[in-house]
């Protein structure tokens, strides 16, 4: 049994530093007003007698946690063998760690997933939450508007749930499939088709409008096949293409994952990469474009910096509510600034979010050229 008896006080901390113990209770909950000569002596005397705060007397002063709720709308089996959503977390994980923060997981699947993950959001465990990976008329937004939490998305919104005040990271979907759709044609293909994601999901919607955005109209029947951001869904969808459409020269896909798959059929069916049908993906996820044979032409956007942006924003937000205590967010006067950002707009993740950011930041794409166009 530990015995908590030799556990270091913060009475202890004040008498090694020789300042109150407000003193210390102000620098150890990052309270302003103190001397820097006075905090010093107490972060100093902190490392020397290893004191480490009680959180929940913390939490008392502070009214925060230093927890975050991360939600992925998508069951375990997506989640931890989808390379996006590595690094998307990853991101999101290291901003959170930079700021002394916790993040938890929780992941919806069905019914009484999202009753769990309703209640434990309404508990007053966490201080906010980031929400990614969203499918349509899907009832995570209602239950974080409920729960009274700060709250910002990965991925553009498509819901109505009485508030117009989503704050929200999302990549430009749509320029990405455009520019995407626009080299294939550069290179003289003409019959272009498109390997659509989950179109209940916006990214995939946005892409699919990218493509058609390029297209001729008039054209005649559409060459598009449904997948649902799975290498066995490209798989699927490529052999529909081929069947339907067997003179297509060169293929959209929605992201690297059905790329990768697409490329195994059109291997399999014996036409050759990029000589009969070049092959565009999308994400640049590295542990599958540089891995696919041959190695995928892609659009890039920074999954990773998504997420630290997501979490940026929301403990920017969480911080001016702290200040202001005025235990309210969401609006878009929380983060700064009216409308929609613009690819590059509102700044970089790496770079930080500027003062003004507005409640929808919408990060740029490159595409990345290799040997499969």
């Known amino acids: 049994m530990t015995d908590t008896a030799q556990r270091p006080t913060l009475e202890a901390v004040a008498e090694r530093a020789g300042v109150s113990r407000a003193t210390v209770s102000r620098v150890v909950n990052g309270a302003h007003g103190v001397r820097e000569a006075l905090a010093e002596r107490v972060r100093r005397a902190v490392e020397e007698l290893g004191y480490v705060p009680n959180q929940a007397a913390r939490s008392l002063v502070t009214r925060r946690h230093r927890a975050v709720a991360v939600v992925a709308a998508e ?68 239950l974080v508007r409920g729960a009274g939490l700060p709250t910002v998305f990965g991925g553009r919104p498509d819901w109505d749930d009485g508030g117009d005040d989503v704050v929200y990271v999302d990549s430009d979907n749509r320029g990405g499939a455009r520019a995407a759709v626009r080299h294939l044609a550069a290179l003289g293909r003409t019959r ?37 951001f799975t290498s066995h869904g490209g798989e699927r969808a490529m052999r529909e293409l081929l069947d339907r459409f067997p003179g297509t020269d060169a293929v959209f ?38 891995q696919t ?46 409308g929609a950002g613009t690819a590059g707009g509102a700044g970089t993740p790496d770079g930080g979010a500027p003062a003004t950011v507005p409640p929808g930041v919408i990060l740029p794409t490159t595409l990345v050229r290799r040997a499969t166009t």
């Not at 989950?198 to 029947?221: C, H, I, K, M």
């Not at 490329?263 to 092959?279: F, K, Q």
């Open 192 to 228: 272009i088709a498109h390997i659509a994601g989950p179109l209940d999901q916006t990214s995939a919607a946005d892409r699919l409008a990218g493509f058609r955005d390029v297209r001729a109209p008039g054209a005649g029947p559409e060459p598009m096949a449904h997948g649902d």
């Open 253 to 290: 896909a929605a992201n690297d994952l059905t790329a990768a798959g697409a490329l195994r059929v059109l291997r399999e069916r014996g036409r050759r990469v990029p000589d009969d049908v070049a092959v565009v993906g999308f994400d640049d996820m590295l542990p599958v474009a540089e």
């Open 75 to 142: 069951p375990e089996t997506r989640v931890f063998a989808d390379p996006y959503f590595a690094q998307q977390l990853r991101g999101i994980s290291k901003e959170l760690t930079a700021h002394d923060n916790q993040l938890v997981l929780l992941l919806t699947e069905g019914r009484e997933d999202h009753a769990r993950v309703g209640r434990y959001l309404a508990g007053g465990h966490v201080d906010g939450a980031l929400v990614f990976s969203l499918h349509l008329h899907d009832p995570l937004p209602g």
């Open 293 to 338: 044979d041959p190695p995928l032409t892609t659009v890039r956007q920074d999954i990773e910096g998504m997420g630290r942006l997501m979490a940026r924003l929301l403990l920017r937000g969480l911080d001016d509510r702290t200040a202001e205590d005025t235990g309210a967010y969401g609006d878009a006067g929380t983060v700064g600034g009216e």
